[in-house]
């Protein structure tokens, strides 16, 4: 089982910046990935960025150029880094542990989610 804690949300402003955290313990020494997504009110959640253990990172279209993940496998953390912020990236962020696949698709491990941490962008 795995546990993910998130971390580092907040109410910041149009064109503002945040740092997401999100430690991992337990089992997660065959995951090769790990990711993050978010869900705005009304809608489903997406997968925003994940990151492999070799450092390759794959992000959503919406983001691209704005975000980046990164992680320190040495402490089983990962990171988002969201800049230039729109009121749409408002929306409960969570972090996934996972595997990519050899056509570079990611699965996720588990059903089960973390708390979250809410992000709000005001204009």
């Known amino acids: 089982q795995v546990r993910l804690v998130e971390s580092g949300g907040g109410l910041v402003q149009v064109g503002g910046s945040l740092r997401l955290s999100c430690a991992a313990s337990?089992?997660?020494?065959?995951?090769?990935?790990m990711a993050w997504y978010r869900q705005a009110p009304g809608r489903q959640r997406e997968l925003v960025a994940y990151?492999?253990?070799?450092?390759?990172?794959n992000y959503a279209d919406s983001v691209k150029g704005r975000f980046t993940i990164s992680r320190d496998n040495a402490k089983n953390t990962v990171y988002l880094q969201m800049n230039s912020l729109k009121p749409e990236d408002t929306a409960v962020y969570y972090c996934?542990?996972?595997?990519?696949?050899?056509?570079?698709?990611?699965?996720?491990?588990?059903?089960?989610w973390g708390q979250g941490t809410q992000v709000t962008v005001s204009s």
């Open positions: 337990g089992r997660i020494f065959s995951l090769n990935a």
């Open positions: 996934d542990a996972g595997m990519v696949g050899s056509s570079g698709h990611y699965y996720r491990a588990s059903d089960t």
């Open positions: 990151i492999a253990s070799g450092g390759r990172a």
